[in-house]
């Protein structure tokens, strides 16, 4: 609807600032239904907000965005009407309409493949949560029969745990069937095109694992940057302090993955926006582990474990291991699909869902705390695991000023290693000059790295002492400026005139009479690219 208040140059803006808010208000109530401390929740709607994904998806695919925000409360609705149909609070309708208003906003929304990923999230955590519910459900009535006859307790045991299932699962499939229908609009078409698709069959599974991370990619999570970015057009040459920008390549020629840039990687920046910040990694591995700790039977520890195996899974298929055959020879229309790295999009809400429960952890390390948890019969999280974060994100801070320092002031005793690794790097010569200038563009990938180490290891630190308020303070802190740094400048700015401009072939295209339509062959006369 801004569009049709506000000019496109000023609504497109406006827009992305209201889907980023949305993402960020939208994590933050799923950590709160997940039962984070407000400033834990705070801390996952930052994360999620400021991931790689939606951050370059909102530079280039606008219907991306706006479909991928609701998948974090999509999954609170499901726990909330879970819930609420096992304990009969009377609010299960509420949340069921919530859910099915948030599916249809998220369905006109209008990217198919990001609505599809979101039913199968929704669905897989709906059947964990019902067989969570049903086996409580089961040991429940196996206690309360226990002193009734055998035939009769089975009897009891058998309607009750079933029972336990198919309440909340009609709801859920109400709130499903209602979402879709309210997005109906957008989703009949998508439907009948599907039917008649060209990527139907158009891939092998051989094909679509090709365009998945390869394995090189995994540096990504730690260095944005690392294989270039396509808005770089210029760095800072570390031996004189003056700019340089990037013309022509080590063959002399422009940089055919992307002009005057220096991306050189195999995969397409955009599509490769994995990054999520140091700091929410660390507090991601403290989640799983402070999860497992809540002991069997706590709600923690289901939550956690689902979001650690669907990380699990996500990295499966974002690096094209062959589990994505589950996914591509088990669900109907998915071989349209040939994006196994699209995952890198329930991975930002794993990492911050588990980072909030690590943020939380490290919260509940008070006296008080302490008490509560043992009374409920958990476990809280030990000091060693923390204390071991915290000396490899030092030791790794440290070790990388150092080398960075060392190879600055003695560059000429490693120029030769510099270059063998320069040119065992695919695609590198053919972005950069010389091994100098690929030496000048990494030392500023691995400088911000280095420091967010260390500032990771200080917050962590700060909050093994207690010192919540701070811990909190600096943790918000340190992921804005960490997401911030990793994504700064891909969102360029471009002059709204260009809107009022038309080119000359567009005016003669507008005057040609009758129907028709405009094609394009390639100059051998190829079959044209289909995406």
Known sequence: WIFFIIAPAKAYGWYTVMQLWLAAAAMYFLGRILGMQKGSAALAGLIYQGSG???VSAAVFPMIIGAAVWLPLLLACVEKVVVSAEKRTGKTLLWMVV????????????????TYYTLLIMAIYALWR?????????????????DSEPAAASSVTQRSWIWSVVRPGSWLLGLVGLGLMLGGVQLIPFYEVGQANFREGSASFAEVRSWAFPPRRIVTLALPNFFGNPAHHETIDVFSGETVRFELNSYGEINPQGAYSSNWGIKNYVEGGIYVGILPLFLAVLGIVAGWRAGKGQRRRNHALFFAFLGLFSLAFIFGTPLYAILYYGLPFINQLHTPFRWVWPLAVVVAVLAGFGADAILARGQKEQKRAASAGERPLSGTLPRLLILAALLLGVAILVSLFLTRQFFGAVEAQVGIIFEGMALAPAAFSDAKAFYNYQFWQFLPLGFFLLGSAFVLWLGMRGSKKAFLFLAALLIIVDLFWGNRGFSAATDPALLAYKPDLAGWLETQPGQWRLTSFTPHGDKPFNA
């Not at 019902?130 to 089961?138: F, H, M, W």
């Open 53 to 55: 994904f939606l951050l």
């Open 130 to 146: 019902l067989a969570a519910t049903a086996r409580t459900a089961y040991q429940q009535q196996r206690k309360l029969g226990a």
């Open 99 to 114: 859910g099915a208003f948030a599916l249809g906003m998220q369905t006109l929304a209008g990217h198919i493949e990001i």
